[in-house]
């Protein structure tokens, strides 16, 4: 495997707009996220925009005003980069570039050149092409400009970097060559799905970076890339785990994420369809996130899209040893710790009354695991039970690392 080289980052600023359908505090959230994704993509972020406007400027997104803002500072400061919150359509990135003199991005070629990068397999690969593609025909004019001054760096990764002539029918005969190539493929991964079996199948659902890759290492003592950056996982990965005596089938996949771009959903749609066969669905929220409501929102969202609602689910509610809040009361001097919450507050919680068999642990130290374990167990055993009414085998739980301690 070849060694990454070590690469300077990029300056960027964040654009984003406070509109009708979205406060301050959710643009702020929006904007903390996009920050986020600028630096797993390869930028720092100098500064943030904000404007307030009913609606965003058909012509450049932003108010004139605060074009011209923007423009001063980015010329000030060396600035290579603008990146804007919400997906611009084709005549407002060919406007802002014209006008601004620098790269601009939007929140969806963001996270398509960050897929890009992640892209390990031959299969993931072609699927973020695809997504690219789709996502570069209606904005041929506007590449071309990039092309012609040959930068590089964010959001120039991918189809169309050095063939200037490219065109839209040479785009379209090239998406039309790779929807029948991940045909060929899906039929091969759906293959694969049908020979895993008799063995029940439990997927990993989640907004990105919440620790499901993690767990994943974790529950199949297996070596699942996870890192602490978003979309660290993209190729889904399936391990077979065994939990007391009863085996199943465990799969990452990748992470959702709010404003998740259409092309992606198409084009990962045989990904998708490891969480929509799956027999029960292990739904990871990151518990120290102050957005993880919303994080939950968003993934049901996705499930709801692609069919996969109605399945049984355990909701695990991961990183509690990250968990702190501060408490109200001004003559309290303890310090705002995981200490403050303990199991037994946590199940007092909102979030343990779910509809969903519910626990709260921490992957990263194995806190609460044994009760985890035995849920997930108790889960799997109902599908096995519903399936395979007249086994004969009896499975019997129990923990195999609690076991070796009495031992």
């Keep these: 495997m070849l060694e990454k080289k070590e690469h300077s980052y990029e300056k960027a600023v964040l654009v984003g707009l406070i509109t009708k359908d979205q406060d301050e505090e959710k643009l702020q959230e929006y904007m903390d996220e996009l920050e986020f994704l600028a630096y797993t993509a390869g930028a720092t972020v100098e500064k943030r925009f904000t404007q307030k406007l009913s609606q ?21 400061n060396e600035i290579g980069t603008i990146i804007f919150d919400d997906e611009l359509s084709p005549s407002q990135l060919k406007n802002l570039e014209r006008e601004l003199e ?55 990764r991918g189809p169309g970097e050095t063939e200037i002539e490219t065109d839209r029918r040479i785009i379209r005969d090239r998406i039309s060559l790779l929807k029948d190539k991940l045909k060929v493929i899906d039929k091969q991964m759906a293959t694969q799905r049908n020979n895993r079996g008799k063995m029940v199948r439990v ?135 995981k200490k403050n919450i303990s199991l037994e507050e946590w199940t007092k919680t909102w979030m343990a009354k779910s509809k969903f068999p519910t626990v709260f642990i921490s992957a990263l130290t194995k806190e609460n695991f044994p009760e985890m ?31 070796e301690k009495n031992n």
């Design 102 to 156: 620098v790269k601009i991005l939007d929140r969806t070629n963001l996270i398509l050149d960050i897929f890009a990068q992640r892209a390990q397999t031959s299969y993931a690969r072609t699927q973020v092409e695809l997504a690219q593609y789709e996502y570069l025909l209606p904005r041929l004019t506007r590449m071309w400009t990039h092309l012609e001054r040959q930068r590089g760096g964010i959001g120039m």
């Design 203 to 337: 997927a990993l659902v989640g907004y990105t970076n919440v620790g499901k890759s993690t767990l994943m290492n974790a529950l199949s003592k297996s070596e699942v890339f996870a890192e602490n950056k978003l979309f660290a996982t993209l190729d889904t990965t399936v391990r077979k785990v065994v939990i007391g005596n009863l085996p199943f089938l465990l799969t990452d996949t990748v992470g959702f994420i709010r404003k998740l771009p259409t092309q992606l959903v198409e084009s990962f749609k045989s990904t998708l369809d490891e969480v929509r066969e799956a027999d029960l669905l292990i739904h990871v929220v990151d518990i120290s996130h102050e957005s993880f409501e919303d994080h939950i929102d968003s993934v049901n969202q996705i499930l709801q899209e692609i069919d996969a609602h109605k399945k049984p689910m355990i909701m695990v509610f991961n990183k509690i040893d990250d968990f702190s809040y501060e408490r109200k009361d001004e003559d309290d001097l303890r310090p705002s710790t």
């Design 373 to 403: 374990k035995r849920l997930i167990y108790d889960e799997v055993m109902k599908v096995h039970i519903s399936r395979f009414p007249y086994n004969d085998f009896l499975f019997e739980y129990f923990d195999e690392e609690e076991e």
């Design 56 to 76: 965003p400027d058909s012509k450049t997104f932003v108010g004139s005003g605060k074009a011209l803002e923007i423009k001063d500072y980015v010329k000030e």
